[in-house]
């Protein structure tokens, strides 16, 4: 290598360290900028890709994707975020409630185990063990746990309509440019357009199938329970029917992990025809939404086992927060989309 190359690879080195550096603090500088925002625009970008079918549907009516756009934003804020602002009212307010009657704890301490039927028959060591146990301190442990974990979702008011609004805003658009958003990041891809394709189509599928499948089945289900446990006199019958939603997703047990319970206190509050028409609305209706809606919704869509969906969630909610109950399942959809691509072969595709 002459003297001449030498010096101009080492200059073209130079620069493209010199390019790499100044990137690197650029960029570090925009994610700490940014950082702050990540969760809601993620959750802005999942609503964008639900809500984008509907988008173009629209737009072969409305020519203007603008009008389309806050005319799904309008839709978002009547058929979310009202609700939801009037659900954390109720939880709020149950939640107070049930750690003023927990506190008192009367009807806990009136209870006495032996009354019931089926005492008798069990062991002795095993009534000895219940007859043992202070019920009195069940009530404010349960309801200090439920303030504890409802508190920080609802205790900065400003911060919550803050994070709304932007969310509002980025959802918008996520619609409107939707179409030059997906052509820059096939662009960045190093694949070709067609795989760059399939792994897209892969991954909105799997984020639709959440959406549309397992968390909308856990919202029915939770919206069922709510009605049932209102009708049969279960006190807090919101605070509960969102439990039941957090619930659903548990292998195996699901709902019941909640409609058992509230069983149960039916019918040691005495109130047995309550309890027998809480335990026939928990099968026939609440039960079988699964088993029924469950197929139909998922049906060609990603298929995720139950347990890795839980976990999902419940570490979407530590991580992320409330909004991690669709985030973490929306994270895990994409990564069983990508596996189910290695499997099938993309590298070989190129």
């Given at each position: 290598m002459s003297k001449s190359s030498?010096?101009?690879h080492h200059h073209l080195t130079t620069r493209r360290w010199f390019f790499i550096g100044v990137s690197a603090v650029i960029f570090y500088l925009f994610w700490q900028i940014i950082s702050p925002f990540v969760v809601i625009?993620?959750?802005a970008g999942v609503a964008g890709v639900v809500l984008s079918p509907l988008a173009t549907r629209l737009e072969q009516r409305i020519s203007s994707s603008r009008i389309v756009a806050?005319?799904?934003i309008a839709l978002t804020i009547i058929a979310v975020f009202i609700p939801l602002f009037f659900i954390g009212l109720t939880l709020v307010g149950e939640a107070n409630d049930l750690i003023s009657a927990s506190a008192d704890a009367e009807w806990l301490t009136a209870f006495n185990p032996a009354d019931l039927p089926l005492f008798d028959l069990l062991p002795e060591n095993a009534q000895n063990r219940i007859l043992?146990?202070?019920?009195?301190?069940l009530g404010p442990i349960v309801g200090n746990w439920i303030i504890d974990?409802?508190?920080p979702i609802?205790?900065?008011i400003l911060s919550i309509f803050f994070g709304a609004g932007l969310f509002l805003i980025s959802t918008y658009f996520f619609l409107v440019e939707r179409t030059r958003i997906k052509k820059e990041i096939l662009a960045l891809s190093p694949f070709n357009d067609k795989l760059d394709q399939q792994i897209v189509r892969r991954i909105v599928d799997a984020m639709r199938g959440v959406v549309f499948g397992a968390l909308i089945v856990a919202l029915l289900q939770g919206i069922f329970a709510t009605i049932g446990f209102a009708i049969f006199g279960v006190p807090s019958p919101v605070l509960w029917g969102t439990i039941v939603m957090i619930a659903a997703q548990v292998p195996m047990i699901g709902a019941s992990l909640v409609m058992i319970p509230a069983i149960a206190f039916l019918l040691i509050s005495g109130k047995t025809a309550a309890a027998i028409g809480m335990a026939i609305w928990a099968i026939v209706v609440v039960g079988m939404i699964d088993n029924i809606i469950s197929p139909y919704l998922i049906e060609g869509r990603t298929k995720m086992h139950a347990l890795l969906i839980l976990l999902s969630i419940l570490g979407g909610l530590r991580f992320f927060g409330p909004i991690g109950f669709i985030i973490g399942p929306t994270v895990l959809a994409s990564v069983m989309a990508?596996?189910?691509?290695?499997?099938?072969?993309?590298?070989?595709?190129?």
């Open positions: 030498h010096l101009h625009l993620l959750t806050l005319l799904l043992a146990f202070d019920l009195s301190e974990n409802i508190e609802f205790s900065s990508i596996i189910e691509l290695y499997k099938s072969g993309v590298w070989e595709q190129e």
